[in-house]
């Protein structure tokens, strides 16, 4: 039975390892994901990652390189950023990954990238602070840093369970009833033009000082991430600024 997945794309963020890479894409294939992009990998292509891929190596062939997280998620509709654990000082929603998988299950429409940190340092705040919902898998309290391409198999395997016995069913469903799908979700390269155009708004009218700046605008994509926007509503946002930046404005 061919595996009919909504769009996934696996992002992984610079990889020093290139077997990393490879493994990560035979990961990938086993469950039905097919498309890669890498940003700022430290060695690609390599004969390490090639070998490792073993039978996926059109995946790596097609995988695509970027120079920034913002340029490898630009057109996804829903960007989960993964994590070692479950923890309180994000402010945005945290899933398992078979929570995960199963929103995922639950929006077939929407273009989802999930993001894999380096093998060193993971991902930064600023990363993070790019994605609009935390992946995190559970793992021993003493050790549970698992590598970046177990972490990747263990992602791609819950979301391949999650549409794996009825994912026929799925699709049949959502192509029968349009009328009942929700809004699609904006995309990032929308919704970082809309956050561009409130800083600026922001900063002409003194709401936020150089000193706040930074801590502000990230409580502010936190919020609105929160919400989940649809390009509709950011539309909507963004006509709204554009009347309050109009001179003469009361």
């Not at 097919?34 to 060695?43: H, I």
């Not at 000082?89 to 940190?117: D, M, T």
């Not at 309290?141 to 198999?153: E, F, G, K, M, P």
């Amino acid at each position: 039975m061919q595996n009919k997945l909504p769009e996934i794309r696996i992002v992984l963020l610079n990889t020093f390892h290139p077997g990393n890479i490879g493994a990560a894409a035979r990961a990938m294939k086993t469950m039905g994901i097919k498309e890669l992009v890498l940003v700022n990998p430290k060695c690609f292509p390599d004969t390490e990652a090639t070998s490792r891929a073993a039978g996926a190596v059109e995946l790596l062939e097609q995988a695509k390189v970027v120079s920034s997280l913002e340029q490898a998620i630009e057109d996804c509709t829903q960007v989960f950023g993964t994590s070692a654990r479950q923890t309180h000082s994000f402010s945005r929603p945290q899933k398992s990954a078979e929570e995960a998988a199963l929103w995922v299950k639950q929006n077939p429409a929407e273009k989802v990238a999930i993001v894999f940190g380096g093998e060193r340092d993971g991902m930064s705040s600023h990363e993070l602070n790019l994605c609009q919902q935390i992946l995190f898998i559970p793992g021993d309290s003493d050790y549970s840093v698992l590598n970046v391409s177990a972490a990747a198999q263990i992602v791609c395997y819950e979301l391949f369970k999650s549409m794996g016995e009825d994912r026929d069913m799925v699709t049949s469903e959502t192509e029968a009833d349009t009328t009942s799908e929700p809004p699609k979700l904006v995309s990032q390269r929308e919704l970082n033009n809309f956050y561009s155009h409130l800083e600026e708004l922001l900063i002409e009218r003194n709401y936020i000082r150089p000193e706040q700046q930074s801590d502000t605008l990230k409580k502010l994509r936190t919020l609105i991430n929160r919400a989940e926007p649809s390009a509709k509503e950011v539309n909507l946002l963004r006509g709204m600024i554009k009347a309050l930046s109009r001179n003469g404005t009361q």
